[in-house]
């Protein structure tokens, strides 16, 4: 596998997203898979995943999603890492995606009218499958971890969300 999903998979397992070239979702696909996936799961896992993805049943798991017993052997579900990145792709796209630029401003055509996109619509958007595209990749983290995927003494990054980050300075 060169990608963990396809630009066809992004269209059906995510929010809809629209008349999107494929180029396009292409470039969003890397960018999410090395901007967010790859950090949270590690070079070594990222790697196996695209060498045995379609041939081993616990990374099929992985990237489908579905139920497994935990460490407590509670049952748990999950949605995988194909959901997971194809909300980072919507995301993606809602920021930088197909909006016309015209010169009475950027607009989104709807029928026969345009009308102006306000930042805070799109803002919103974006945050709004950022928190989803977050949660469900969380929980492919936590499956991994339930089934030893990770390499021990691996080195986990901090992952860099757009959000705000607060520290306390001083005592």
Do not use: W
């Not at 990145?85 to 630029?101: E, H, I, P, R």
């Amino acid at each position: 596998m060169e990608h963990i999903i396809s630009p066809e998979e992004v269209v059906t397992l995510g929010r809809p997203i629209g008349k999107v070239e494929d180029s396009k979702l292409l470039a969003y696909i890397t960018e999410a898979e090395q901007m967010n996936i790859k950090p949270a799961l590690g070079d070594a896992l990222f790697l196996k995943i695209l060498a045995e993805g379609d041939s081993n049943d616990i990374y099929k798991l992985l990237l489908n999603g579905g139920t497994y017993n935990d460490c407590n052997g509670e049952m748990r579900s999950f949605m995988g890492l194909k959901v997971a990145l194809s909300y980072y792709v919507y995301a993606q796209n809602v920021m930088t995606g197909d909006f016309q630029s015209t010169r009475f401003g950027t607009v989104v055509k709807q029928g026969d009218y345009s009308r102006e996109i306000s930042s805070k619509e799109r803002s919103d958007c974006y945050n709004n499958a950022l928190e989803v595209a977050h949660h469900y990749l969380n929980e492919c983290v936590a499956f991994c971890k339930s089934q030893n995927l990770f390499q021990s003494g691996r080195n986990r990054r901090v992952i860099s969300a757009g959000g705000c980050t607060i520290r306390k300075i001083g005592s």
